[in-house]
């Protein structure tokens, strides 16, 4: 049993470096193993820890917890600091009380950012969203069609287990949603353009991070039960053909669901292949529509879009109510009409009696967009090259934590609601305090519960 309280000195070297804890600390699985095997924390800490929205406050939670934890504590979290790569918070921490007299508030709270090769070793772990070097580094100039994704660091992808559904939870709900029964739930198809092609495309730059984004998208719905197929770096008739292959698959008829992932750089109605060509979304909704698949017809379609929709960045404006500074985290049954069974004569004098059931051409989607589009602008997303896009990333946590008892449309509300809160930090350039804004639209007739976990007995 741990002894109770952690030593005064120890204490006083926390409560000093709260706030810069709060904003570099990286609090990740391997930081919360390292003090689960020294015993300072126990399961239901660290569940609860990481089970937090952002680092930000998963830091705070953590920073309060350790004073509590024992003598120990402290210089338990300081190797855990070696292990985890973040030296300079274990430096800070450590340093003489001398050094640490002598400086003031304001270098404690932010430390100048000059963009040198020394700074670039001590900070290439931190969750701080300084500037990297695709964000400074002179470009060529873009045509008006053209686009980017701006990268910041920012915090790391939550990968906690995706919650289960409860028995009773789905026995309550599955009669007013969409059909969820299906094992697995349906195909998962992500296609994710990374590099681009030198000559063909000279002005898209290499999308650092978006390898991060594909990776955590086949581990979040392989945990939802999807079968889930990765393709990296396509042309976009090598995307055309992907697609096309995709919503054809005989398979799709024994499916609830299907979802589609695509990551690019783009612009308003379209995504960029590796040759620097253009694939008009438009023409992706249509595939999946109930004249083009009808193996899909009445089932959930959901589609997340991680590209620009524009180059336009979102500055931001003043709160007029509210705090000074925001507290920013770093700164998607049978088919309709299904004739039965009898000779054809039959069916025919069956369809003069009975009308067969019409649907809309396209209905029962749903699509997450990275960013906004407007009528006068459309905005770029932002993506860190460690850490994945803010997007994915919120995407992520919020199917890990919430898909378990809410449905589809409500997460995407919730994501908008993250992605509304954070807020870019690369003090002297153009990005710092940069916003983002992701939006959805949807054709859904039901509401759309993934039931995580949950193996229906009918």
Not at 266 to 294: K, M, R
Not at 348 to 370: E, H, N, T, W, Y
Request: contains cysteine; hydrophobic residues 35%.
């Amino acid at each position: 049993m741990l002894e109770c309280g952690m030593l005064k000195r120890d204490i006083l070297a926390l409560r000093k470096r709260t706030a810069i804890l709060c904003k570099q600390l990286v609090v990740d699985e391997l930081l919360i193993q390292c003090l689960r095997a020294d015993d300072i924390l126990t399961e239901s800490m660290a569940e609860d820890i990481m089970a937090q929205p952002t680092t930000h406050k998963r830091s705070f939670r953590l920073t309060l917890l350790l004073p509590k934890r024992g003598p120990r504590a402290f210089s338990s979290f300081c190797s855990a600091l070696q292990e985890t790569d973040q030296q300079h918070l274990y430096e800070l921490l450590t340093q003489s009380p001398e050094k640490d007299g002598k400086e003031t508030p304001a270098e404690l709270e932010e430390e100048p950012v000059i963009q040198t090769e020394k700074n670039r070793k001590r900070f290439v772990d931190s969750p701080l969203p300084l500037p990297t070097q695709e964000v400074i580094a002179a470009k060529r100039a873009r045509t008006h069609a053209e686009s980017m994704e701006f990268s910041l660091d920012a915090d790391s992808p939550i990968n906690t287990p995706v919650l289960p559904c409860t028995p009773d939870f789905y026995l309550s709900h599955c009669q007013q949603s969409y059909r969820m029964n299906s094992s697995p739930r349906g195909f998962a198809l992500v296609i994710s353009n990374v590099t681009f092609d030198l000559c063909a495309a000279p002005d898209l730059d290499p999308r650092k991070g978006g390898e991060v984004d594909d990776e955590v998208l086949r581990k979040v719905f392989t945990e939802l039960d999807y079968l889930v197929t990765v393709h990296r770096d396509l042309t976009a008739q090598g995307m055309r053909t992907c697609i096309e292959n995709f919503c054809r698959r005989p398979d799709q008829q024994t499916m609830d669901s299907c979802v589609v992932c695509l990551l690019s750089h783009g612009v308003e109605g379209a995504i960029y292949g590796t040759d620097g060509q253009l694939l008009q979304l438009d023409w992706v909704f249509e595939s999946f529509d109930n004249a083009h698949c009808p193996l899909l017809q009445n089932k959930p379609k959901m589609f997340f879009i991680q590209a620009c929709r524009g180059e336009e960045m979102d500055c931001g404006v003043e709160q007029i109510d509210g705090p000074a500074r925001t507290c920013s985290p770093s700164c998607e049954q049978r088919d309709a009409g299904r004739e039965g069974q009898g000779d054809a004569n039959s069916r025919q004098r069956a369809d003069m009696g009975r009308p067969r059931i019409k649907l809309p051409q396209r209905s029962d989607m749903i699509c997450g967009f990275a960013s906004l589009k407007g009528q006068r602008i459309c905005t770029a997303a932002m993506r860190n090259t460690k850490r994945g896009s803010w997007f994915i990333q919120e995407l992520n946590a919020t199917l890990r934590l919430r898909a378990r008892d809410t449905h589809l449309a409500d997460i995407m509300v919730q994501i908008n609601g993250h992605i509304k809160e954070r807020e870019g930090y690369a003090p002297g350039t153009a990005h710092h305090r940069c916003k983002e804004m992701s939006e959805f639209t949807s054709s859904l007739c039901k509401d759309l519960y993934l039931f995580p976990k949950y193996q229906s007995q009918y």
